[in-house]
């Protein structure tokens, strides 16, 4: 099975479209969000429409709790009833014939919508909190750093940003993880238009700098 993980799109509408286009050819079996679908940009309403269309299961971001501010006033009412509905938690078990495992969605942490799962995190930090939720594997986005880090039996993997990248690569990012005899993690990058969406920005109510953010991915 292939499962394709996303997380902060950011109302970067140019670069979900992009990302959407390379996710049809790459077609896995599944597709989960990880949480905030707005801030940061002019087309949070448009974001949301695209992910509802296609019916993708999405969990609640830090963002997409916020409603003060230009960027969060943007959402209709309608897409916010949307927003606060969105669960903390997405969990996948899969059963063996000699064993299960289970993976863990979650914006920030288990434990916190705004905790960052760095991965320079302590070893013990993280057993302990991955036990308190029985996850052999956990998911997560927030810090905008993808990354993949194993634990002894354990597997972390930040998916990273569609919409707004901090790892010095302007390129939108998700992961595909494919679960068969073992987990496999493919990290994938695709280009979309950084100017429209910095463009927008600039000629918005939003503070500059969040286009010069986009552009040099920091």
């Known amino acids: 099975m292939r499962i394709a993980l996303f ?3 950011h109302a970067n509408l140019p670069a979900l479209e992009a990302f959407l286009a ?10 989960y969000c990880l949480g905030d679908l707005i801030g940061y940009n002019i087309w949070p309403n448009e974001v949301i429409a695209e992910i509802r269309k296609r019916g993708i299961a999405t969990l609640m971001g830090n963002h997409d709790q916020k409603t003060k501010g230009y960027a969060y006033e943007l959402v209709t009412a309608d897409n916010r009833s949307y927003l606060n509905t969105l669960p903390a938690h997405i969990r996948l078990e899969f059963l063996r014939d000699d ?12 434990r916190s919508i705004n905790e960052y799962m760095l991965e320079n995190l302590g070893e013990d930090y993280v ?3 991955m036990n308190e939720v029985k996850a052999n594997v956990l998911c997560v986005g927030h810090s905008h ?10 597997h972390i993997i930040n998916v990273g940003s569609v919409g707004k990248p901090k790892d010095n690569d302007p390129r939108g990012g998700y992961v595909v993880l494919t679960i068969g005899n073992d987990i496999k993690v493919e990290f994938i990058r695709f280009a979309y238009n950084v100017e429209k969406a910095a463009r ?10 969040l286009a010069d953010r986009l552009r040099m991915a920091f």
């Open 99 to 110: 064993y299960s495992f289970h993976i863990l969605m979650a914006h920030g942490s288990p």
């Open 127 to 129: 057993t302990e909190m």
């Open 7 to 9: 997380s902060d799109v």
């Open 200 to 209: 927008a920005i600039e000629v918005s109510l939003l503070p500059n700098e």
């Open 22 to 31: 390379d996710l049809d050819k790459c077609k896995p079996d599944a597709v």
């Open 145 to 154: 750093l993808p990354y993949y880090r194993t634990i002894g039996d354990k």
